[in-house]
């Protein structure tokens, strides 16, 4: 079992940066997929990007540009980088993990952490 935490969420500007970590209890087979996702009040849930353990990335259409994803594999952390936040930005953000080896844009991801909230006002 994959325990995941997310942090670095906070209030920022328009235009303005964060850096969300999410740390993996474990780097095993569980992360050989991870993912960010977001959740604005009233609406669903929604991929904001994921990478697989080649580190091959996807990023949804309103990120891309804006948005980075990485990974520590050493420190078995993955990294969202905010830039240019709007205030559409604004939602509660997940990680995710999984063992399955498909590409990350198609995988029912398996482990979730609780979330930090991301608000650009």
């Known amino acids: 079992h994959v325990q995941l935490v997310e942090s670095g969420g906070g209030l920022v500007q328009p235009g303005g940066s964060l850096r969300l970590p999410c740390a993996a209890s474990?780097?095993?087979?569980?992360?050989?997929?991870m993912a960010w996702f977001r959740q604005a009040p009233g609406r669903g849930r929604e991929l904001v990007g994921c990478?697989?353990?080649?580190?091959?990335?996807y990023y949804a259409d309103s990120v891309k540009g804006r948005f980075t994803l990485s990974r520590d594999y050493n420190g078995n952390l993955m990294y969202l980088q905010m830039n240019n936040l709007k205030p559409e930005d604004t939602a509660r953000y997940y990680c995710?993990?999984?063992?399955?080896?498909?590409?990350?844009?198609?995988?029912?991801?398996?482990?979730w952490g609780q979330g930090t909230q991301v608000t650009v006002s």
């Open positions: 995710a993990a999984d063992p399955s080896l498909r590409p990350c844009r198609q995988i029912e991801f398996t482990y």
């Open positions: 474990d780097y095993t087979s569980g992360t050989n997929s």
């Open positions: 990478v697989d353990e080649h580190s091959a990335t």
